[in-house]
């Protein structure tokens, strides 16, 4: 059994490491955004029994994974399932890179011009991460990072090929 979760900033890297880690190692993947939002404007929060449910399914149909996202509630519910966690903790410059850089993620926006659209709020929201207090927090993070028992590395810049 493989089952890896991956957290970090928006703009980390997590959905591009994910990917990379999927293939390779023929693991299930499973981006937490598709479940953390509901379908509202603005977004609001799915509540957390649902996507504790969603997870569980996840979970359930798959043997090998890798989990991502930056919900520390989501991801501290997934972390008693995983044997590997990975922290993309990189720079809010580099975070703020990639996102400019990022490619078009058709599971999360209808069309490249709605993402993009959406870059001047992901940008901002980047910038507080290391300010926040929240579950999107560089501090929940850290949190949970410091309380993983198991197998953990740590990312401080973008992770090569």
């Avoid at 599971?107 to 579950?135: C, F, G, V």
Wanted: proline share 5%.
């Amino acid at each position: 059994m493989r089952n890896i979760v991956i957290f970090g900033n928006s703009g980390s890297g997590k959905s591009t490491l994910a990917g990379k880690l999927a293939s390779r190692q023929q693991l299930a993947h499973f981006d937490l955004d598709v479940i953390a939002w509901q379908q509202t404007n603005p977004p609001t929060r799915q509540p957390l029994a649902e996507s504790f449910m969603q997870i569980d399914q996840f979970i359930k149909e798959n043997h090998d994974w890798v989990i991502e996202g930056c919900y520390s509630d989501l991801i501290a519910y997934v972390m008693v399932h995983a044997d590997k966690a990975i922290f993309m903790n990189l720079s809010v410059a580099d975070c703020i890179d990639n996102a400019k850089k990022r490619p078009w993620e058709p599971h999360k926006y209808p069309s490249k011009q709605a993402q993009d659209k959406n870059l001047p709020m992901l940008l901002n929201w980047i910038k507080d991460y290391e300010s926040r207090t929240d579950t999107f927090s560089l501090s929940a993070h850290q949190a949970l990072y410091d309380e993983f028992t198991r197998e953990k590395v740590m990312y401080t810049h973008n992770v090569p090929d």
